[in-house]
């Protein structure tokens, strides 16, 4: 059959549509042939068919925002990569992450090897959920040998709900080029419609104090709760900071977007800091939530029990926040997160005094700094302190011999993409991006501390 025909034959398939009334979601599917559709659990609704020539398969995975902790439309996306890593290490379904009805990618996918090359990703303004924006990814598959003939694309779109959060999983094979892609593409931006109400991204009143009380654990916590909204922030507590706070934050949210630019977004919400007045309270949440015992971030947000604006503890988590929140970079490792936190919200003065200091009892090996699961676990007091200027220290140290920002951000964004803990992957990265083996890296990074 001629190309032409084909392509006449399947536009003129009349487009079929899925309805999720109860999340005012509204899919047009594109005009597949031979339309199979397969409404697998609450959770999980499959589309497949034939595309000028290609194999669809349409997957809608419907999740629950709270028990995956989808606060964006980026975790979504990123969701799926990280059960694709996992997938390919350890080829076992993680059923404890998995929502006893939901048997999504996971399921479907278990006990293949599966490597997905990613291409584009990007946020796309429009009506796909309670932000203005929805989260897209792109890519091709390199080898799926049960599933799929060799080869193939997949093409990922992710927003986020009230309640829920949707996931729309396409795979293509053989891997949309041209005139599929194009009816692919056009299908996720304009087959997907959310007609409900949108969520205010400065948070109403009582958004914000429902985050605070369970981070209080206390119902009764508004009487003395504070919040202060800033351009990208809004703190609350019931400690008592004040405006000098929120330019201490902004100036942290300039400083590390001057380094590791990211794009603002119309319609971003603004990011949740929780500052507790006392302590124990803090400690208490800290505990319950397995975070540090001084600040922590997690999910979009983080906390601390609050002392001043000056405080180090503050930039340190905000920094936390944004490499998490916009740079979406949440690999790399214990030595990486806490490295790149340490030298974004520290002066070199500090640096230098901490690197003269640790000279004299040595170094830990390098192998070991990255191999450890959580710094702030590892030892006693003193030596969590001394591994956290440690890894500021080894990122300092890639930035100044980092010819140029361009290549320190490269570095930044490989880094921070890779599975924690893993020597042979950094090695590669390493050898990749600057031509030098980790042993040839320790080596230089300790005569220059040595130099200093
Ligand atoms: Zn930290």
Request: glycine fraction near 8%; charged fraction near 30%.
């Amino acid at each position: 059959m001629s190309l032409l025909l084909t392509t006449i034959l399947a536009l003129a398939t009349p487009a079929s549509s899925r309805e999720f009334p109860e999340l005012e979601l509204s899919l047009t599917l594109p005009p597949l042939q031979e339309l199979q559709s397969v409404r697998d659990s609450e959770s999980l609704t499959i589309d497949r068919g034939e595309l000028l020539g290609h194999r669809i398969e349409i997957a809608t995975h419907v999740l629950t925002r709270r028990r995956f902790s989808l606060e964006t439309a980026e975790d979504l996306t990123d969701l799926f990569v990280t059960s694709l890593r996992a997938r390919g290490r350890t080829p076992v379904c993680s059923h404890d992450l998995v929502e006893p009805s939901y048997r999504g990618f996971w399921e479907r996918a278990a006990g293949r090897a599966m490597a997905v090359r990613f291409q584009r990703s990007r946020l796309v303004p429009g009506p796909y959920g309670i932000d203005p924006f929805a989260a897209e990814l792109e890519g091709e598959i390199q080898a799926e040998p049960t599933h799929w003939p060799p080869g193939g694309s997949l093409h990922l779109k992710g927003a986020v709900l009230a309640e829920a959060a949707y996931l729309i999983e396409v795979s293509c094979s053989p891997p949309a080029r041209g005139r599929v892609r194009d009816l692919l593409r056009a299908f996720l931006d304009d087959g997907v419609r959310y007609t409900g109400p949108v969520r205010d991204p400065l948070w109403s009143r009582e958004e914000i104090l429902e985050r605070w009380r369970d981070c209080l654990g206390d119902p009764a916590a508004d009487s003395r709760v504070r919040i202060l909204r800033t351009e990208h922030y809004i703190i609350a507590g019931d400690a008592s900071f004040g405006r000098s706070l929120g330019r201490s934050l902004e100036r942290t949210y300039d400083r590390v977007r001057a380094t590791l630019p990211f794009p603002e977004w119309p319609g971003r919400r603004l990011m949740p800091v929780f500052l507790f007045r006392r302590p124990a309270d803090f400690q208490r949440f800290a505990a319950r939530e397995g975070g540090g015992n001084r600040g922590f971030a997690w999910g979009d947000a983080f906390a601390t029990w609050y002392e001043s604006p000056a405080d180090p503890v503050l930039v340190h988590e905000a920094v936390h926040q944004l490499l998490a929140n916009r740079l979406r970079l949440q690999g790399g490792g214990s030595w990486f997160q806490e490295g790149m936190a340490e030298y974004l919200s520290r002066a070199t003065w500090e640096r230098t005094a901490e690197a003269r200091r640790i000279d004299r009892q040595g170094f830990a090996p390098l192998d070991q700094l990255v191999r450890v699961r959580r710094l702030s676990k590892d030892g006693s007091h003193a030596t969590v302190r001394e591994r956290y200027a440690q890894a500021g220290l080894l990122i300092e140290h890639l930035h100044d011999t980092s010819r140029g920002p361009d290549e320190f951000r490269e570095l930044v964004v490989r880094v921070g993409s890779l599975p924690p803990g893993d020597v042979g992957v950094l090695e590669d990265a390493m050898a990749d991006l600057r031509g030098q083996s980790l042993t040839l890296l320790e080596e230089r990074w300790l005569q220059s501390l040595r130099e200093r």
